[in-house]
């Protein structure tokens, strides 16, 4: 188990990250390289109805600043980007991202994108949430996960939920939509190594009122 005041934390975190596969039934999880940034993966990208709920505020996006934001990655360690790949064809589809890491205090975001619209509905994302929950707890030892989505993104909210998440907040008009202001939604996945099960049993309680206020489709 790393422990973040060993002085060689980092070194082993590096290496533990290019090292790690991650196996699910119809998927699987490695470190993103610069030779699967191709403009293949950049078009997923483009498309306005996969992104339209991925950024706060409009950026750009190809080649050159994905294969940049990939580097900071490499170069800081603040968060590891993990390829989701076919195991049939090894195709690229997307990607989970696994930080920023708060090293200190044990917690992490975590976030999804599967961008090739051919695997969408087929239960993808949900299977790779749990490789990246299965790492994040297992291997990288955090306490909590959190992340957070667009109410009207309800595919996303509920892919989350199916693998442990729970909606822990509402961030009200955080988002500015078409003229429209828009909420947030706070979801956060606890390792249950940290906290008691009545604790647990508290938060999925609050997590179901949450729930029944969201959108019915």
């Known amino acids: 188990m790393l422990e973040f005041n060993d002085p060689q934390y980092f070194t082993q975190l590096k290496k533990i990250f290019n090292e790690t596969r991650l196996e699910g039934d119809h998927i699987y999880l490695r470190r993103l390289k610069e030779t699967d940034i191709s403009e293949k993966y950049v078009s997923f990208f483009s498309n306005p109805e996969l992104v339209k709920y991925m950024y706060q505020s409009p950026r750009k996006v190809d080649l050159k600043s994905?294969?940049?934001?990939?580097?900071?990655?490499?170069?800081?360690?603040?968060?590891?980007?993990?390829?989701?790949?076919?195991?049939?064809?090894?195709?690229?589809?997307?990607?989970?991202?696994?930080?920023?890491?708060?090293?200190?205090?044990?917690?992490?975001?975590?976030?999804?994108?599967?961008?090739?619209?051919?695997?969408?509905?087929?239960?993808?994302?949900?299977?790779?949430?749990?490789?990246?929950?299965?790492?994040?707890?297992?291997?990288?030892?955090?306490?909590k996960l959190h992340s957070g989505m667009f109410e009207a993104n309800i595919a996303s909210i509920k892919a989350y939920l199916k693998t442990g998440w729970v909606i822990e907040g509402r961030l009200r008009g955080q988002y500015w939509v078409e003229g429209k202001a828009m909420d947030r939604i706070a979801v956060a996945r606890f390792n249950p190594r940290y906290f008691s099960s009545d604790f647990l049993s508290e938060v999925k309680r609050h997590s179901l009122e949450y729930q029944k206020a969201l959108p019915s489709r």
């Open 66 to 143: 994905l294969k940049a934001e990939l580097q900071t990655g490499e170069e800081t360690g603040q968060f590891h980007l993990y390829g989701i790949f076919d195991k049939t064809n090894h195709f690229c589809i997307g990607n989970l991202r696994i930080g920023y890491m708060n090293h200190a205090q044990k917690n992490s975001d975590l976030s999804i994108f599967i961008g090739d619209t051919g695997y969408l509905g087929k239960g993808l994302a949900q299977e790779a949430l749990r490789l990246g929950n299965q790492a994040s707890f297992e291997i990288y030892d955090f306490r």
